[in-house]
């Protein structure tokens, strides 16, 4: 079985500093991981995927994250954040050769001030 | 960007009443899901349905719940008899390649049961 941890629910940040929201992910197989974004009152949108290859990934809005199996994690990360990065953003694992069906974690909401 | 398309985007309703949620997937997609969040917890998978039937469903998708492909654009989520429990913001997605690699998600329906 595979399952996402996200650990924190919300971090506050202000304009202009960096940002790390974190995932750990549990699975007996190889992994696919990606990272969503919901900006309010929409549906969730594709950030960034972590299929094979590098182990860095860079995605939409300078946001990057990178793949370290032996912590099992994933995490997301921007070294300059604005006030339009105020969303809910979801670490999803699919195990390979399963099913495809994405399991995600519980979200982290990120809230940037000014 | 082609777009998943959800409605009612709010849905309140009695409890014991049965709701229908709809969605138009992506109409090249062939893969289509629903997806649940609890207020303040994970999104959870619900159904996905491929080729007009189901294929995987979760713990959570008893017989309390259905899909239905009714015509070649909707792809819908009833929910027999409602209860309280069963409030929640739904999503529905779809995928049109095999490896589950994107899934476009819909904005979702806040359903409210009172």
């Known amino acids: 079985a595979q399952s996402v941890t996200q650990l924190d629910s919300q971090v506050p940040v ?3 500093a960096p940002v790390e929201l974190r995932c750990n992910y549990s699975s007996s197989v190889s992994v696919y991981l990606f990272w969503y974004v919901q900006y309010p009152n929409q549906g969730l949108q594709l950030l960034l995927k972590y299929l094979s290859g590098s182990t860095l990934v860079k995605g939409i809005n300078g946001f990057e994250a990178e793949f370290n199996k032996s912590q099992t994690s994933f995490h997301l990360r921007k070294p300059s954040v604005h006030i339009s990065d105020t969303a809910e953003y979801f670490c999803a694992v699919i195990s390979s050769g399963g099913s495809y069906i994405p399991t995600f974690g519980r979200g982290t909401s990120l809230i940037v001030h000014p | 960007e082609p777009e998943v398309t959800q409605t009612p985007s709010h849905q309140v309703t009695q ?3 049965e709701v229908i ?9 062939l893969y289509f899901y629903w997806y649940r969040q609890i207020l303040g917890q994970k999104v959870e998978f619900l159904v996905s349905f491929y080729n007009n039937e189901i294929s995987e469903k979760s713990e959570i998708f008893d017989d309390q719940f259905s899909v239905e492909r009714p015509d070649g654009s909707n792809f819908t989520l009833k929910i027999r008899s409602t209860k309280l429990e069963d409030s929640a913001m739904y999503f529905c997605a779809s995928r049109g390649d095999s490896n589950g690699e994107k899934l476009f998600f819909g904005s979702g329906t ?3 049961v009172l």
């Open chain 1, 14 to 16: 202000f304009e202009e």
């Open chain 2, 110 to 112: 806040q359903l409210s």
């Open chain 2, 15 to 17: 409890m014991g009443q």
């Open chain 2, 21 to 29: 949620l709809r969605c138009v997937p992506i109409s090249n997609h």
